[in-house]
């Protein structure tokens, strides 16, 4: 695996890792994922006492595939359709009731 990109400042890291190329004929696919990372631990040392804890999380997004081959290299990016289409559904369901409540206060009106 190869990082493309260096980390954020504080605790949250971002960059891009190059994963394991595949051959296909006479081309070599490389999947290209974005690496998000958070964490957070704590401590306390008391006198008597030494007490911990923490937690963290990982989230990998594929971003692109690179396919490299004798002409070139070119970047093919991937769309998460299912993100496009929840916040499609989110925006209608904010949209929807503002116009039915208008719709209705101008039913009432007449």
Do not use: C, Y
Not at 16 to 41: C, D, K
């Amino acid at each position: 695996m190869d990082k493309k990109e260096g980390r954020l400042r504080g605790p949250m890291a971002s960059h891009l890792v190059e994963g394991q190329p595949i051959r296909v004929g006479g081309r070599e696919l490389v999947p290209v994922v974005r690496v998000t990372a958070r964490g957070q631990r704590r401590a306390h040392v008391g006198t008597n006492e030494l007490t911990g804890q923490g937690w963290g999380f990982v989230r990998l997004r594929p971003v692109a595939i690179l396919e490299r081959s004798a002409s070139g290299e070119r970047h093919i990016p991937i769309q998460d359709r299912t993100v496009q289409a929840l916040g499609g559904f989110l925006l209608a369901a904010f949209v929807i009731p503002l116009l039915l409540g208008v719709a209705v206060r101008l039913a009432r009106g007449r």
